[in-house]
């Protein structure tokens, strides 16, 4: 008797070990699964800090190291890391092309992960852009309807989005201006190939929201004063663009972007 109550008592206390150490696995894991939520919300908030302090490399090295990640928020950041730094005048001519693929891939990648963001569209579209310029102009315009397509998604899942609003202008504005044998090559492409002009572009009122931009932020973005500037010069109407590119000229530089306009 006092055998059969000793094992049965050691089966109670090994039972009693093995619940409390499945408990505890459950705790960890759980507690595993929020940490990793909350690391990735925590890599998110300080990626936004970093871009909005103009550290360019910093922000780089911080989302590359997230490269293989199934979060479309991190992904469609580092594209635009990866193009930011692309950009940089500093950066070698090598490393800029495979920057520039890099982030192509990544703004694909946050769009297979999650086709309803709409930052993914809008990166997606600006990337394809990029990489078309190491790729000729027949690429850069075969790739024109599927960037379009793109921006309009992204305007269609964030209607207030500025950049997007603004992308789609510097579209038809990019048409609108295309030289004669650019549109013959965009001719062989298209059975109605993509056309724009001046007209469209203001009439389309985003000569319009783009105003309304400035209204609400005048610090917005330099390149949307300078193509207001310029579109309203192609309208022959000087006095509008000479107060746009005066606010262009006087935008304080902060981005290597900014210098160039």
């Not at 973005?221 to 107060?243: D, E, P, R």
Request: positive net charge.
């Amino acid at each position: 008797t006092q055998v059969l109550r000793k094992s049965l008592q050691r089966g109670l206390v090994v039972s009693t070990g093995s619940f409390l150490v499945y408990e505890a696995h459950k705790l960890i894991s759980g507690f595993s699964e929020v940490h990793a939520s909350f690391k990735v919300e925590d890599v998110i908030e300080q990626a936004d800090y970093l871009y909005g302090s103009g550290e360019t490399e910093k922000l780089y090295r911080l989302l590359v190291q997230h490269k293989n990640s199934d979060d479309a928020e991190l992904l469609w950041r580092l594209a635009r890391s990866s193009r930011d730094l692309a950009q940089l005048g500093r950066t070698p001519a090598e490393e800029k092309r495979q920057l520039t693929y890099d982030s192509l891939e990544y703004a694909k990648k946050a769009l297979e992960k999650n086709e309803s963001n709409f930052a993914a569209h809008k990166w997606y579209g600006i990337c394809l852009s990029d990489v078309g310029d190491y790729e000729g102009i027949k690429t850069k315009i075969g790739n024109a309807i599927i960037i379009k397509e793109h921006f309009q998604r992204a305007i269609e899942l964030n209607p207030k989005d500025a950049t997007t609003i603004h992308l789609i202008g510097i579209w038809c504005y990019s048409f609108a201006e295309m030289p004669w044998y650019q549109r013959k090559i965009a001719a062989t492409l298209f059975a109605t190939p993509p056309t724009s002009t001046f007209q469209e572009y203001a009439a389309n009122s985003r000569l319009k929201l783009f105003s309304c931009l400035y209204a609400a932020d005048p610090n917005f973005y330099s390149k949307n004063l300078l193509f207001l500037g310029k579109t309203y010069l192609k309208l022959n109407n000087k006095k509008m663009a000479l107060l746009w590119l005066s606010k262009a000229k006087e935008y304080p530089a902060q981005t290597e972007e900014d210098k160039q306009v």
